[in-house]
Every structure is written in C-alpha cells, then in structure tokens.
C-alpha cells in the first residue's frame, strides 16, 4: 500500500488544454475523490494515471518512485485498475472467461479469493449479458483486484445504476478501502461526493481548483468550486393552470422487446410539470415513444380534447415534442453540424427553405447561433460537429431546439443525465420558463432529485403500471417502496384503490 | 471555419493515399526491373500528355464519376451499395433496347431516362429487400450484379444479338442517338457534361435539400433518425433508387458516348471501383469528380505502361490495384463509417 | 496543490492528434519509399516513348518501320496469343520492326483505344489479334490513312486495313479424318470457346472431314462461351465422353487445360489446336491443326514493301501458314498415304474443308 503522487501533469490537444499543471496525493486506503464538471479533465487525469495516455509533462510517483508509464499495461502491472464509465465486458461471455481475457496464466485460486471478496464466486460462470447493471460493475472491479489492483479508478461510477445499486456500490468501496485499497471516484455529483469520499479534489478547466477533507466541505462550497460562481437558489415553479392540455387513457404497447405499457392513464393541465419516477427499464422508454407517436400502441392520447393523430411527425405538428434519453444516439447526430441538428426534425419548415426547395443555410445557421446565444451553448461554430460540443452543451442544444419550436406538451427522459450542475440550472431554468407561458411537461426521469424539486405532480412508474398521481411533498420512503414494487404499498397508491 | 479545416484534412489524407499507392506501385515496377520514376513518368504522359491522351482520360472517368456519385449517396445513407456494376450494366440495356425503338435525336433524353430509371429500380430492389427481408445490401447488391451480368451476358448471346450473329453483342444504337463529340478529333463525349451535372445535383441534392439531409441523418445515425421521425424505410428506398439512377445513367451515357453498342464484357469493372472512386472521393459528391478522373487516368496510365515500356498488362493491374488497396488502407476510418 | 496560469474552455479535448498523426507518419513514409526508389535505380526502360500528337502523315523511310500487337488475352495462354506474339517476336527479329504489345480488355471502347493510341503515336503497322478488331479496326483506319491495320481472322478490309484469315479448317479436316479412322465409338466431339464465326468454321472443318472417311461418323459441337473458363471446358468434355465420344478436338484456348484434363481422367484421345499441344497430355495427344507465325509476318513483311493490298487475305496449307503435327508412330502406313493424299487435295483446292459450315 503506498501514496500515489502526481506532480505538475499537463496535457495539451491543439489549443484545448486539457490539464494544466495538476498535482495531487492519493493517500493509501483513502477514498479521493475527482469532482468536476464535464469537460474539466478528470477523465484525462484518469487515463494518465492509467497509462492510455502520456501527459506532456509531469510526474506519477508511487512510494517514492517515478512510474513511467508506455502503456496501461506498465500500469495494470503497478497495480493501477480502471473501471470505465461503460463497461468493456463479453457479453456472451461468462464472468471468468471475461477475467481471463487476455491472461496467459489463469490463476483460479486467486480468482476464487477476489470473488469472494466481491460476494461473486457464485456468478464466476453466469454469462455477463444476463447480469442487472451493477453486477456488470462489479466484475469489472473484479477484473482490477484479480489483476492485484492497489489504487482503483473509478469513472463514473454511478451514471448508470439504480439508486439501491448506488448504496450497494458503497457499501462495496468502503470495504475495499478497509483492506487497504486506494480508491479514486471519479463523479460530478457533489451529494456523491460528499457522502463517499475521504478527500475531495475539484477540478475546472485543467485545473485543480481546490482540495477539501469531507469534513471540511459544504455543498454550496463544492458547487461554487466546480462552476466557479456561486448558483442562484432554484427558483419555484408557477403553479399550472385549471385547462387540460394532455389526456391520455388506458395506453397499451405490445412487449415485442423491454417492458411494455399496461393500461395508462393519466393528465396533464397547460403549464404542469409532470413527473414520472422510476427505475429504469420498467416501461419509462415505451411510455415516451408511445405518447410521442413513435411506437404503436393501444388506447387514447388527447391534446387539448381532441384526439392525437397517429405518427411522430403528425404529433409534432400537433405539437406534441420529444426530449429521447440518449442523446448523443437518438436525439442529436453527431457527425453532423450544430445547425443541422437544430433543425432535425423540423428540417421542412418553410423557415428553413428558399425558392420552395433548398435548405436556407443562412436562416438555420442563424436560427442554430440564437439557439445557442439563448442557452449559453459553448461551441467552436454552428459548423461544427455536434461530437464537439461537451455532454452539457449537447443536452442544452436538444432542449433549446425542442422548445424552441413552441410545444404544447413536451415529453423529456432523463433532460440531465451525465450533465454537468450548470447545464442541469440552466435546463431546469428553461423549462420553468417554458411551463409559466404554457406548456405542459412530462418529466420522465431516474433523477428522484430533479423531479422532485421540479414537478407540480408525480407518479411512479413500475412493471409498465403507473401509480395514483402524488405531490412531491409525499415521503420518500412511500416513493421508494412503490420504485421498488413493493406489493402493499402498491395496493395502497396504485390506480383504482 | 470548421468546415474549411476539415475538407483540407480530408483532402490532405486522399492526397496521401494516392501518393502512397503511387509509391506502392513504383515498388512494384522496381522489383520487376524498371525504373520506378520513368515509368510513373511515362504514365502521366500517357493519361494527361495531349489531348487525345486527356480525352481518354475523362472518357474513363465518366462513367465512374456517375457510378461513384450513385455510390457516394448510398454511402451517405448508410447503404453499402456494392452494386453499381449491375445497376450500370442495367442502364446499359435500357439504353440499348430503347435506342433501337427510338431512333431520333430529341430522343437521348429518354433514352438516358430510362437507363437512369431502370438502374434505379435495380437498386431499389436491394433496398425493398432489405427494408421487407432485412437482407443486407452488400449481399443483395453483389447479388443482383451477377443476375445483371449473366442476363445481358445471356441477352447479347441469344435475343439480342446482333443482326450478323457473329460476336455477342448487339446491334448498335440508333447513330441519332449518339453523343456529340465536343472536342474533335479527340473522341470526348458530351457525357462527361452529364457526370459533372450529376455530382452538382448530388451535392445539392444531399447537402442544400431537406431529403439530403433526412438522407444523412439515416446514414449517420438511423436511431435519430426514427426518433426524428423521418421514416427509415422510405429514406432508404429514396437514397437507393437515387443511388441506381446515377449508375444506370453511367450505363446509358457509356453506350451512347462510347461503345454504342452492349456486349458481354461491356463493363471493366467500373462499378466496383466506383466504391473506391467513393472512398477516395470522402463520400463526397463533388469530390468524386477528381477522384474518377484519378482512377481513369490509372487506367489510361496502366495500358500506355504496357504500350510504351512494355510492362506487362498483368503488373500493370498489379499498380492499379495497389492503388485501390492504399486508397482502402487510408480511407480505411471513413469506410467504417459506412 | 499547484495550477497553472492559463484560461482554457475545456470542453473539446478528446479525438484529436493521432489520426492526423499517422497520417502524416504514412504520408512521410510513402515520399521516403519513392525516394528510396528513385535512388537506388533500376533497369532504365529502352528510352520510353511518349505517345506524340497526332501526325502520323510523314514516315520516314529511314527509321525503322514500328509494329503493334494488340491481344486480346495473355500472351502466355500456349494458344491464340501466344501465337501473336510468336509472329511478333518473328516480325521484330527478321523483319528489323520495332515492335509493341497491349493486353486490351474484351471490349470495343478499349480496343478502339488502343489502336488510336498506337495510331497517334506514329505506329506503321497495328495488328488486332482477331476478328472482333474488325469494326474498330475500320473505324480508326479511317482517322490514320497512313497506317496499315491488320486484323487476324478478321473478314473484312479496307484500303489500310488487311485481315488474314488462317484457314486452320484445312488442318482440323485433316485431324477429322484421322479421328474417324482411330474412333472405335464412330463418335467425336469438338468443343469451342465462344461461338464467333472462325472457331464454328474451323470445327465444323473437322466434322467434315470426319464424314469425308465415314459419312455416319457423329461429332458433337459444342461451345462453352468462354477462352478462359477451364472448369466449364472440362464439363463439356466429360458430358462428350458420357456420350461415347472418344477423341475430342478443341478451339477454346486457354480453356483447352480443361478439356485434356478430361482427356487424361477418361483415357480417351484428343488433338490439340494452333500449336503443337502434345506436351499437355502426351499420352493422349495425336496431334494438332497448328497455324504459322510466319504467315502473319509474310503479311507484315508485304506490307511494309508494299506489295499487300488491302483484302481478306485466306492462309492454308499450301502456304505453310497452317500446318499439321502428328505423334510418331500412332497411324498405320496406309492413313498416312491417305492424308498425303488429302492434303495434295486441299492444297490444289480441289475439297472445301468448308463444304458445311454452321
């Protein structure tokens, strides 16, 4: 077990400068935490420390030696693991046969006893594919501890689990940190932050802005660190208006993949915010694409008391719009230019067109840079590839183009995720202020937070069903219990009791 | 400006693949015993050293610009089309059978419609099984152009074959029919006007339209682009039928231009190197047109090495494909994409 | 804790360098290989001509007379190309020409290229070696009055433009009577390449002379649509054999490996054509029609002297531009008193190995 130093590290793409002098300690058996918004280093600072890239400058020391790092190779071999945001898991492999990908000697009893301290020595044969999301991260610490890890990174860590999968990954790295593991977390949420780490790092823009020992930190603290300022408090939602915008009843989708919808019914007033809560892959996605008109489904879906056309665009043009859950897949294209996407889904508009045929590239740049200007989107150009823009900024530029064309109800999955605490206000602004002047929201999140502090209303959404609609003053534990589908409460707050 | 840094990269890196298939095939021509520069010399004279040697330059490069614009749009919507050789040789038969039942000369335009819309369907069958059978078009594509090949093939033999029954090959067309030659007595043809048309339309058609652009979103990413609800099945129909538009058109300005007349071997290969004409064009429509004339000036350049130094035509075709596989090797990111 | 002094935004920092990098690697690599080429030399081509604009208006008589080959295949085939060049190799050594040759594409656009290309460059002579250079072979002839194109197996001609006809019918008569003498089935079969008019005129040659000495002797023809196809040659000649058929001719080309690999597999007998061809299955070899370069380099030769008009120039046996080979030993005293006497016959004109033809 031995201190980790990184002294004065830099590296520089182009003219970005990614890190710019960065020195910190990890102490041995420590949790440190890395926190900082998107786009401020912290997974370059990672991937140096993991060997995949070589800093222009600067110095890994480990127990006093300075570690020269070609390849993450030379650092596995130092005892250096990495668990990245998204796996790189077989998934038609079994859980060994992914630990001993690329192994020449398979060791089997030390397999065994870093199983064991996982509580996966029974799973050593389960095919990855078929393990819930969690389990999946599990082997890939799995895969670090076999390989005789001693300083442990963690990337992201809890972007994709469910909020009792967040506890048990906890759980697992305060143990890891008893037996003497140094751990480096990764994350931009400060509540993650706080609750878990040792020692906080914040980083902005290359730097490092500030060191704190968790007692000495404070959220607003941290925030002010990470965006630079401090945030104006949250501003409340205006109450909605008596008119119902969205009436949707008894929706029903087929279960070809996933979950599917069983019987929905709910609705929305003009200016409500709506929220769906739930753990993921119980029918939030076919929910959405049902109500937007992209998947087919049963029952009734009423705008404004008449009934919704059939089709995605036939509902946009009855303005009904969509915020998908993946952005960078479903909402935007990347390969392609900021005006371009601005556009996307609306690309017949006469706006955009010239002598009935040709795209008015004046009127959609023009269009994309006020998009920008109003949401405060960083970017090189509105010619510039949307893969250019950060996680934040891509998510800013989806939301500022669908409101943008003046819903009257919008439906949006998971408007915040992996976004940075300014990008998260600056969208959570916007809808308020779209919501005051009409519109009627349907938040589907995983982000118990966000739908908390935003929404008029909420329900639960669990195996396809949705609960009675609930303030958001309702006790957590009641919002927990139906998350989790547990029977009773379910018969106490599901519809029609 | 973004844009400008990236067309120069991408033409700095399709300049880099011809220099490297270039030096690949001076290898080629040292090991066998001849000077590498001469030689490369003598065949730049051979493809742009006079006017007759630039006309068959362009005459080559004409029917891969348009089968390399077809294939540029495929590409750009995602669809592998493979196929342009058939689609072409389609064209070719359209052009053929409909150059002897119109025989006056207001007729070239539809007689070039035709091929273009016959191609088109022969594309849109790849496409229709796909959207219906979820059969992968490189399959399909590859498929058809062997159907194609073996019907003219069987056409030029039997119920076509020309009045003398002599070789396989039909009658020629019309002489009405024929296309201009604008620049006697070099044998240029005015289709060369066409190629040129049919990449300004293509990039128009792609880049200032807002169907280019559903067609792009399809190619780059077809999940936003149902999410977008711009309707998958339709698009590739479109992108596709386009797409064999443009190389039946290669097929009927090639009769009319330059054979006149349809045969069994009427196609060297020139759909298929329309993928690389594709590849090394950076899928991009405007792009094709330096690019056929690079690999037609190959081709010109290949047959005046054997003509003058006597390199032999197989280590002539060993340079040429050298070139094919380093434009492969350094277009190799962009053809992932795809 | 240190930080650096300079502002940056931070938010573009992935996918940069190496692509470009490597790039550039490939690009500097691929300068050094021409370099590294260029400085280590090679064997210098004998002065590489470039192609001139066209004037080919004023030979001049003291330059030696340049002479093209146009082939339609490779010239490694031990067949119909190979004999090209034969007659070129002759052309080049015996008659002081210097002397060219092209590999053209099966198709009239290329082969109307090539005899431009060699036209403008101010070629005396281009031969296009066979009778589908015949309609390009008179279209460019039209452009360069000055320049003398010959067609092989061509049958037609203009003022500058010369077909030479080898009637290797006269010899595949010859091999049909020896076939109907040797068969013990009363069955042949004779496989073609492609169905243009020479090859059929030369089979059925074969065919006629085989009834010549049995009237109710069978041969089938057939043609496989290829030179090339060695697969499909060696399927028709099994399906001959099935038939009973037990010698076999050809005129497929590079195809004929197939045929007398069928030959070899069956134990039956075959001839081979243009060349002597017994070295490709001696033991089933009777011999082979064969036609003579010389007689394309007589043509040449009379017209470089300008003695050859052009016309449809027909070569037979009593030029000794079309010959036969026979193994030793394999026909008895009185076949051979016979096919002296044929060929007397045929060389005074008075059979027409032709009589039937497709």
Known sequence: ?497 | MAWVAESGRAIVSSVAAVILALSAGAIVLWVAGYAPLPALWVMAQAAFGSQFALADTLIKATPLALCGVGVTLAFRSGQFNIGAEGQMLMGALAAVILGRLLVTGWAVVFVLLGAAIIGSLWAWLAAWLKTARGVSEVISTLMLNFIAFWLVSWLVHGPLQEGAKSYPQTDLVAEALWLGRWLPPTRLHTGVFVAVGAAVVGYVWLFMTPIGLRVRVLGESPQAAWTAGIDPVRTTWLALAVSGACAGLAGGVEVLGVSRRLYEQFSPGYGYMAVAVALLARRHPLGVLPAAVCFGALEVGAAGLQRAVGVSAGLASIVEAFVVLAVVVVGGREADAV | MSAGNTTVSGTTAFVVGRPARQLWLRAALSILWLIGVAACGGKAPDTPTMPQPASASTPQADKKPRVALLSPGPISDDGWNAFGYDALKIIEKELGCEVRQQQVNDSPADREQAFRAFAQEGFDIIIGHGGEFTDQALTVARDFPHTTFVVTAGDKAAPNVVSVVFDTGEASYLAGAIAATLSKTGRAGAIGGQNIPASARNLYAFRNGARAINPKMEVAIAFIGSWTDTAAARQQALALIEQGADILIHDCDAAAAGVFQAVKERNVQAFGMQKDQSHLAPDHIIGSPTSNPRGLAEVVRRILQREQKGEVVHLGLKDNAVGFTLKKGIISKELEGKLNALTLAIQKGEIDVFKEQP
């Open chain 1, 1 to 497: 077990m031995s201190t980790w130093k990184l002294d004065d590290i830099a590296k520089r793409y182009g003219s970005v400068r990614a890190l710019d002098g960065v020195s910190l300690t990890i102490e041995p058996g420590r949790i440190h935490g890395l926190l900082g918004e998107n786009g401020a280093g912290k997974s370059t600072l990672v991937n140096i420390l993991f060997g995949a890239i070589r800093p222009d400058r600067g110095h890994i020391i480990c127990a006093g030696r300075q570690m020269r790092f070609t390849s993450s190779r030379d650092a596995i071999a130092a005892g250096v693991g990495l668990v990245h945001q998204h796996f790189h898991l077989v998934e038609s492999f079994t859980v060994r046969e992914n630990v001993w990908l690329g192994e020449t000697r398979p060791d089997e009893a030390r397999l065994w006893a870093a199983a064991n301290r996982l509580a996966l020595a029974d799973q050593l044969n389960t095919v990855v594919g078929q393990l819930p999301v969690g389990i999946r991260q599990r082997v890939e610490i799995l895969k670090a501890l076999y390989r005789r890890a001693t300083l442990l990174l963690l990337d992201e860590p809890t972007a994709a689990l469910t909020p009792p999968e967040v506890e048990m990954l906890f759980a697992l790295v305060r143990e890891l940190r008893l037996s003497g593991v140094s751990i480096v977390f990764i994350t931009h949420k400060l509540r993650e932050a706080l609750e878990l780490c040792d020692t906080i790092t914040v980083l902005r823009q290359g730097r490092v802005v500030a060191t704190y020992a968790q007692a000495a930190a404070t959220p607003d603290e941290l925030a002010a660190a990470m965006v630079g300022s401090s945030l104006a408090p949250p501003s409340v939602t205006p109450p909605p208006g008596n008119q119902i915008r969205l009436r949707v009843n008894g929706l029903t989708t087929d279960a070809d993949v996933g979950a599917s919808i069983r019987g929905v019914s709910f609705e929305v007033r003009a200016g409500e915010i709506f929220g769906v809560a739930g753990v993921d892959g119980n029918g939030q996605t076919e929910l959405a694409e049902a109500l937007v008109g992209l998947r087919p489904a049963g029952g009734q879906v009423w705008l404004d008391g008449a009934p919704a056309p059939p089709g995605r665009r036939a509902r946009m043009a009855a303005g009904l719009h969509y915020i998908p859950a993946d952005r960078c897949r479903a909402g935007l294209v990347l390969n392609l230019s900021v005006a371009e996407n601005a556009v996307l889904g609306d690309e017949v508009a006469s706006a955009w067109r010239k002598w009935g045929w040709c795209l008015d590239g004046r009127a959609i740049r023009r269009h994309a840079t006020a998009l920008a200007a109003q949401f405060a989107i960083r970017m090189p150009a509105v010619s510039a590839a949307v893969m250019a823009l950060s996680g934040g900024n891509q998510q800013k530029l989806l939301t500022a183009r669908e409101l943008a064309r003046k819903p009257r109800v919008l439906v949006a999955v998971n408007p915040t995720w992996g976004v940075d605490i300014a990008a998260v206000a600056a969208i959570h602004q916007a809808f308020r202020t779209a919501c005051s002047s009409g519109l009627s929201l349907v938040l589907i999140s995983n982000e118990l937070d966000e739908i908390l502090s935003l929404c008029h209303r909420l329900v639960v959404i669990h195996a396809g069903r949705l609960s009675q609609p609930l303030p958001p003053n309702v006790p957590l534990t009641v919002i927990g219990r139906l998350m989790a589908g547990d029977a009773h409460t379910w018969e106490h707050y599901g519809v029609g009791s």
